[in-house]
């Protein structure tokens, strides 16, 4: 499948998104994607030293997507995310402290260390997850939709799952339903091409993605993954639909993992030159030389762009290394909802 | 006799019955060209091609659901649930289809669901659950867990030889951390509802299976040299279980602790307990007690993971009151 879609939908290029949002605003975008990047390159130093411990799955490479999506959407909108969720937490708002406490198990973060990589949460920022179990998060975010219609709120969900997710049943009966009810929700497929060891090919027996929308009579897109400009133009054509008319879309963004699975998956099952070739389209590097040729990003400022990410993503890990791990006592908190009495 | 890891315990099951038998098929994700994220079925592909070693999607309720129906036909599938913990996505499949096919129709379903089960690798709430006891309610469901190797390799070569709905939960922290001599006979099995003694002991019994086996036997081993000489009984199948085992122990000890990694309450414990305290009330000195992981999800925290735990020490503590009761 190429990337681009075939559909010959124009996409608002680099520059006029220049002209509408102001060079601020896609240097902040930047400087987000940076710290998603620079975050997980610590999470993963981390975890080879045997500091963050279990499952740890990294978002490196698809970071474009995250990015561009949250950033059509607006602070009181809802995100929620599959287990690859460093990226979406971060993007929605998320504190890199708790972020990076949470990873290390430890009682400052996000959920006091009980949930770990998979399941971070921020109820304030609204990021409902981080969800372990494939495909369970997405009747969930469907709920929210609901929710939002119900009260006669203008907010909108984006709910993201992996190509993997799509073969569970949970998946399909969303769908439905926020068509059927016709909720503000924008479910999002980031098809990285694998799902653990195994290729789309080899799991779908369909693989222009979004045509799974039209099963439901729903709204679709494609979006280039690896292009934060083309997510960014459609997602907020998405977001318009759902907050205006409550019209949910089914978008599929191409994109590319470039680590294993998880920590401890050397991914055998793809070429070195495959991943050579999809690497060329990284978008850490593709989009800050984008708008160093639209003039708005000296090698300078880069520079201390850079230089100021690194700086928050150490300072989260000295948070976390010195936070506590959580008393004992932690165990039980929570299990229940408090009474009101 | 061969000394295997119950990983490959488990794996050499397989491959004898498939060998033997050509409509033993697995189906399950990554289970083929990846080798199964746990390895389990490393190398399965090459030897019995992609036509009997199916590498399915995401997709747990058609992953049981259709070897339910192959089973209907003369096949024997293994399932991969790839952590035990999904098992709840293929709950309708297991609990109203295999389970009740038998009972309304007298078809056979020959399945087993093999599921990696349990804590003790940092997984977090969602890769680390024991969930036995959702379907050692379920008439109509076979249920094993082993703890040794040999018990791994028998228990899953009956499963795939029973023409009942088998689930077999295997504890993954146990996968390369336990070792033991497993019989290379073909026809080696461990037949399904019995019981074993892992360790004989007069004074009291630890009635348990899987990863707390070994926890029951290192805390008997702490109590001997103290004096106290505690047996170690291994349900090894959790239903139908091993009611006359179970009689014998009480009647031999007299008191009795009922052990698991899964939480406490509605535990499989639960089960054994009333089952004791109805049948054997007259031969008991002491209240039959129970110990399990404790009343929360399990966290990921690695403290609080340990900490949710049945320790060594924790059943030490739980026999010294039995034996002072
Ligand atoms: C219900 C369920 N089945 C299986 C798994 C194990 N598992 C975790 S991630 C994964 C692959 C998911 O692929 P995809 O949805 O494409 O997401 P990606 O890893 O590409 O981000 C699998 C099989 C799971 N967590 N939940």
Redesign the pocket.
Same mark, same amino acid.
């Given at each position: 499948m190429p990337r681009k879609a075939a559909k010959g939908k124009k996409t608002a290029g680099a520059a006029d998104l220049l002209k509408e949002l102001g060079p601020d605003t896609l240097l902040d975008w930047y400087r987000k994607m940076l710290l998603v990047r620079v975050f997980e390159q610590q999470a993963a130093k981390a975890y080879s030293l045997g500091k963050i411990g279990g499952f740890l /799955?990294l978002y490196i490479g698809q970071e474009a997507t995250g990015t561009g999506a949250i950033a059509a959407i607006r602070d009181e909108d809802y995100v929620v995310a599959?287990?690859?969720d460093h990226g979406h937490a971060l993007l929605k708002g998320m504190d890199p402290k708790k972020a990076m406490a949470e990873l290390y198990g430890k009682v400052t973060g996000c959920s006091k260390g009980k949930g770990g990589s998979m399941h971070f949460f921020d109820a304030e920022h609204r990021f409902l997850g981080g969800h372990?179990?494939?495909?369970?998060q997405i009747p969930l975010a469907t709920g929210v939709g609901f929710k939002i219609k119900y009260v006669e709120g203008d907010e909108v969900v984006l709910c993201f799952?992996?190509?993997?997710?799509i073969n569970?049943g949970a998946f399909h009966e969303s769908m439905n339903l926020a068509a059927l009810w016709k909720l503000p929700v924008i479910y999002i497929c980031?098809n990285?091409r694998?799902?653990?060891g195994t290729p789309l090919e080899r799991a779908s027996s369909l693989f222009d993605l979004s045509q799974k929308a039209c099963a439901y009579n729903m709204r679709r897109d494609v979006v280039d993954g690896m292009d934060i400009f083309d997510v960014y133009t459609k997602v907020s054509e998405a977001v318009k639909a759902a907050r205006q008319d409550k019209v949910p879309t089914l978008i599929e963004a191409r994109t590319y993992?470039f680590r294993g /699975?998880s920590m401890s998956d050397p991914a055998h099952y793809r070429t070195k030159e495959e991943l050579e070739e999809q690497m060329k389209h990284d978008p850490i590097l593709t989009f800050p030389r984008k708008l160093k040729e639209l003039g708005i990003l000296t090698d300078e400022q880069d520079k201390a762009i850079q230089a100021e990410v690194k700086r928050v993503v150490q300072e989260a890990v000295e948070f976390a290394e010195k936070s506590p791990e959580p008393d004992l006592s932690e165990l039980f908190t929570d299990v229940y909802a408090e009474e009101e009495v | 006799m061969a000394v295997l890891t119950y990983l490959q315990a488990i794996s050499e099951g397989m491959r004898e019955e498939m060998r033997r038998d050509e409509s033993v098929v697995l189906l399950g994700?990554?289970i083929g060209v990846y080798g199964g994220?746990f390895k389990v079925t490393k190398g399965f592909i090459d030897e019995f091609g992609p036509k009997r070693v199916i590498d399915t999607p995401?997709s747990?309720s058609a992953i049981v659901g259709a070897a339910v129906g192959m089973a209907l036909y003369g096949f024997r599938p293994i399932a991969e649930i790839? &952590?035990a913990d999904?098992i709840t996505?293929a709950y309708n499949q297991i609990v109203q289809n295999a389970a009740t096919i038998h009972y309304r129709y007298g078809f056979p379903v020959p399945i087993v669901v093999r599921a990696p089960s349990g804590a003790g690798v940092h997984g977090g709430p &969602?890769h680390s659950q024991n969930p036995e006891a959702l379907f050692t309610h379920v008439p109509g469901l076979k249920v094993v867990a082993p703890s040794t190797p040999a018990d791994a390799k028998g228990l899953l070569k009956a499963a795939v030889r029973d023409d009942n709905p088998v689930l077999y939960f295997e504890h993954k922290y146990l996968y390369r951390r336990i070792k033991g001599e497993v019989p290379e006979d073909d026809d080696f099995t461990v037949p399904i509802g019995v019981a074993d003694v892992k360790r004989p002991g007069r004074d009291a019994t630890v009635i348990t299976y899987g990863s707390t086996v070994h926890t029951a036997l290192q805390a008997a081993e702490d109590l001997s040299a103290e004096g106290a000489e505690v047996e170690v009984l291994d349900l090894r199948t959790l239903r139908p279980y091993d009611e006359q085992a179970i009689l014998d122990s009480v009647g031999r000890t007299n008191r009795v602790l009922v052990l698991h990694e899964a939480s406490k309450t509605g535990g499989v414990g639960a089960e054994i307990a009333a089952f004791i305290t109805e049948n054997a009330f007259e031969k008991l000195d002491a209240p039959v007690m129970r110990l399990g992981g404790l009343d929360t999800p399990v966290p990921y925290s690695p403290p609080l993971e340990e900490y949710w735990l049945p320790s060594k020490e924790r059943v030490v503590g739980a026999l010294r009151r039995l034996l002072e009761y």
């Amino acid at each position: 499948m190429p990337r681009k879609a075939a559909k010959g939908k124009k996409t608002a290029g680099a520059a006029d998104l220049l002209k509408e949002l102001g060079p601020d605003t896609l240097l902040d975008w930047y400087r987000k994607m940076l710290l998603v990047r620079v975050f997980e390159q610590q999470a993963a130093k981390a975890y080879s030293l045997g500091k963050i411990g279990g499952f740890l /799955h990294l978002y490196i490479g698809q970071e474009a997507t995250g990015t561009g999506a949250i950033a059509a959407i607006r602070d009181e909108d809802y995100v929620v995310a599959a287990y690859r969720d460093h990226g979406h937490a971060l993007l929605k708002g998320m504190d890199p402290k708790k972020a990076m406490a949470e990873l290390y198990g430890k009682v400052t973060g996000c959920s006091k260390g009980k949930g770990g990589s998979m399941h971070f949460f921020d109820a304030e920022h609204r990021f409902l997850g981080g969800h372990g179990i494939v495909g369970g998060q997405i009747p969930l975010a469907t709920g929210v939709g609901f929710k939002i219609k119900y009260v006669e709120g203008d907010e909108v969900v984006l709910c993201f799952f992996g190509e993997g997710a799509i073969n569970q049943g949970a998946f399909h009966e969303s769908m439905n339903l926020a068509a059927l009810w016709k909720l503000p929700v924008i479910y999002i497929c980031e098809n990285n091409r694998y799902a653990m060891g195994t290729p789309l090919e080899r799991a779908s027996s369909l693989f222009d993605l979004s045509q799974k929308a039209c099963a439901y009579n729903m709204r679709r897109d494609v979006v280039d993954g690896m292009d934060i400009f083309d997510v960014y133009t459609k997602v907020s054509e998405a977001v318009k639909a759902a907050r205006q008319d409550k019209v949910p879309t089914l978008i599929e963004a191409r994109t590319y993992r470039f680590r294993g /699975h998880s920590m401890s998956d050397p991914a055998h099952y793809r070429t070195k030159e495959e991943l050579e070739e999809q690497m060329k389209h990284d978008p850490i590097l593709t989009f800050p030389r984008k708008l160093k040729e639209l003039g708005i990003l000296t090698d300078e400022q880069d520079k201390a762009i850079q230089a100021e990410v690194k700086r928050v993503v150490q300072e989260a890990v000295e948070f976390a290394e010195k936070s506590p791990e959580p008393d004992l006592s932690e165990l039980f908190t929570d299990v229940y909802a408090e009474e009101e009495v | 006799m061969a000394v295997l890891t119950y990983l490959q315990a488990i794996s050499e099951g397989m491959r004898e019955e498939m060998r033997r038998d050509e409509s033993v098929v697995l189906l399950g994700e990554d289970i083929g060209v990846y080798g199964g994220a746990f390895k389990v079925t490393k190398g399965f592909i090459d030897e019995f091609g992609p036509k009997r070693v199916i590498d399915t999607p995401i997709s747990e309720s058609a992953i049981v659901g259709a070897a339910v129906g192959m089973a209907l036909y003369g096949f024997r599938p293994i399932a991969e649930i790839q &952590f035990a913990d999904f098992i709840t996505v293929a709950y309708n499949q297991i609990v109203q289809n295999a389970a009740t096919i038998h009972y309304r129709y007298g078809f056979p379903v020959p399945i087993v669901v093999r599921a990696p089960s349990g804590a003790g690798v940092h997984g977090g709430p &969602f890769h680390s659950q024991n969930p036995e006891a959702l379907f050692t309610h379920v008439p109509g469901l076979k249920v094993v867990a082993p703890s040794t190797p040999a018990d791994a390799k028998g228990l899953l070569k009956a499963a795939v030889r029973d023409d009942n709905p088998v689930l077999y939960f295997e504890h993954k922290y146990l996968y390369r951390r336990i070792k033991g001599e497993v019989p290379e006979d073909d026809d080696f099995t461990v037949p399904i509802g019995v019981a074993d003694v892992k360790r004989p002991g007069r004074d009291a019994t630890v009635i348990t299976y899987g990863s707390t086996v070994h926890t029951a036997l290192q805390a008997a081993e702490d109590l001997s040299a103290e004096g106290a000489e505690v047996e170690v009984l291994d349900l090894r199948t959790l239903r139908p279980y091993d009611e006359q085992a179970i009689l014998d122990s009480v009647g031999r000890t007299n008191r009795v602790l009922v052990l698991h990694e899964a939480s406490k309450t509605g535990g499989v414990g639960a089960e054994i307990a009333a089952f004791i305290t109805e049948n054997a009330f007259e031969k008991l000195d002491a209240p039959v007690m129970r110990l399990g992981g404790l009343d929360t999800p399990v966290p990921y925290s690695p403290p609080l993971e340990e900490y949710w735990l049945p320790s060594k020490e924790r059943v030490v503590g739980a026999l010294r009151r039995l034996l002072e009761y």
